[in-house]
């Protein structure tokens, strides 16, 4: 059955607040045993919508959702119970255009635009750097489609759901501020065929303790993407308590990456098992690698630290040149600074290092220093006592910038904070990757060229166990 919205009081006009509508028609569509909420043609303004099971969400071509510009239209957070030791936006969801719990056999899609227009926490009365509401959230749903539709300036996690099985992602065209699509303890899902551009990161596999209590993602298989982040790309964390199991993730094309192309990382106790990432092209990408277990052991006490083992990652190329791109800005500082030109070489852009919701004063002579050493070393590091173990690289080529004269040997050890690739430094001994405390190692066809001299060996190795290096 077809649930028209204008049936139910809807106005396209652009102006009109359009929630309680919306959610009539939907209600309805629910109450009838299910169906399509069906938006005509033209622009419907929407603040919080909470779907049903059974229901369809149909936003055709032509037909653009407006979010509200008064972030008070949206619902406020719930109140939760239980220890938050995860980021505060994974916590919640009701502050979103479309909520779901609990939900079965549910979808959007349609070919049209739902555009949050750049609506920020301006009072910051969430206490989360002002990020305003969420895109679609979702929390225990099953039977899940997101599909054909394109998704702009949302200034918080635009796709987002914990604890969801069976859930397909396909077709989204997306430019958000914070994170493009971010499964969260969630099984058996599908993310194929979208572009996406994220100022925080494109992708993101989190594992955390938001559902008070430990569980994983499992059974994960990602492919042909394009992404663009200017944090990382493919992103396994921060939140990381649980684990992750069975991940696929092929045929990828990443571009114009400030930080990581793939960041793969345990650091509040997960247990990673099982991931393979092949056939990836990387352009313009800061780092192309990292992976990475840490110490800080966010949740509650007792837990162990994590592992990450039997990682396969094969047909890598990543290549420069390396110049400046345009990219959306990342979080509100950086948007109200208009800070959407990124130079590669200017690792904290037009901020402040000292302050930075203040403009850097040497920020327009640093984005013309280009030959200075700025590009991060890729890193695959374990613990001492805790190692990588059965890691693999295979067809894997670096082209890189290089121009490094001089470097520090001496590495530090055992990081305990917020994960990133630069946490033992950015210039580390290796011009291509660092490898420390890894138990099963197999590198097979790796090169590594820099544009510029550099006088660092392209493989360096500290407390290596059982490696297996054909060249």
């Not at 206490?127 to 509401?133: A, E, L, S």
């Amino acid at each position: 059955m077809i649930f028209n919205v204008n049936d139910y009081g809807a106005v396209a006009d652009g102006v009109t607040l359009n929630s309680k509508a919306v959610q009539a028609a939907v209600d309805a569509c629910a109450l009838a045993g299910g169906g399509t909420v069906l938006f005509g043609e033209g622009d419907y303004v929407l603040a919080t919508v909470f779907m049903k099971s059974g229901v369809t969400v149909e936003i055709p071509k032509g037909t653009r959702l407006l979010g509200s510009l008064d972030f008070y239209d949206y619902a406020p957070d719930e109140k939760v119970d239980y220890p938050l030791y995860q980021d505060v936006s994974h916590s919640y969801f009701n502050c979103s255009m479309f909520v779901a719990r609990g939900c079965e056999n549910i979808a959007f899609t349609g070919g049209g635009v739902i555009d949050m227009r750049s609506v920020w926490d301006e009072d910051n009365v969430r206490n989360i750097v002002n990020r305003g509401p969420k895109t679609i959230s979702l929390l225990s749903c099953k039977q899940v489609t997101v599909c054909n539709l394109e998704i702009y300036n949302s200034t918080d996690l635009a796709v987002y759901f914990t604890d969801c099985e069976e859930v397909e992602v396909y077709g989204l065209k997306m430019r958000v501020y914070i994170d493009g699509v971010s499964p969260d303890n969630s099984k058996n899902v599908r993310i194929h065929d979208c572009e996406i551009e994220a100022g925080d990161d494109a992708i993101v596999f989190k594992s955390s303790y938001n559902l008070n209590r430990v569980d994983v993602c499992r059974n994960i298989h990602v492919w042909n993407c394009k992404l663009r982040s200017r944090c990382s790309s493919i992103k396994f964390g921060t939140e990381t308590n649980g684990g992750f199991e069975n991940i696929l993730i092929e045929n990828i094309m990443i571009t114009d990456t400030r930080i990581t192309g793939i960041a793969i990382e345990s650091v509040d106790g997960a247990i990673i098992d099982g991931v393979t990432i092949r056939n990836v092209t990387m352009e313009n990408v800061n780092a192309p690698l990292f992976i990475h277990i840490g110490k800080r052991m966010r949740g509650p006490e007792g837990r162990e630290i994590g592992r990450i083992r039997n990682v396969t990652i094969e047909n890598v190329i990543a290549r420069g040149p390396y110049h400046e791109y345009e990219i959306i800005e990342t979080y509100y500082r950086t948007f109200k600074m208009q800070d959407h030109i990124q130079y590669p070489w200017v690792f904290l852009g037009m901020m402040n290092p000292k302050n930075q919701f203040e403009r850097n004063p040497d920020f327009d002579t640093l984005k013309l220093n280009r030959y200075v050493d700025w590009q991060m070393t890729s890193n695959c590091c374990g613990l001492e006592g805790i190692p990588l173990e059965n890691i693999t690289l295979r067809n894997f080529h670096l082209s890189l910038d290089g121009g490094c004269q001089s470097f520090d040997p001496d590495v530090p050890d055992g990081h305990g904070g917020y994960p990133e690739v630069y946490v033992y430094g950015k210039i580390l001994p290796a011009k291509g990757i660092y490898f420390r405390h890894i138990d099963g190692l197999t590198l097979e066809n790796i090169t590594v060229d820099t544009e510029r001299p550099d006088v660092r060996e392209p493989l360096v190795f500290s407390d290596i166990k059982n490696l297996n290096y054909i060249k």
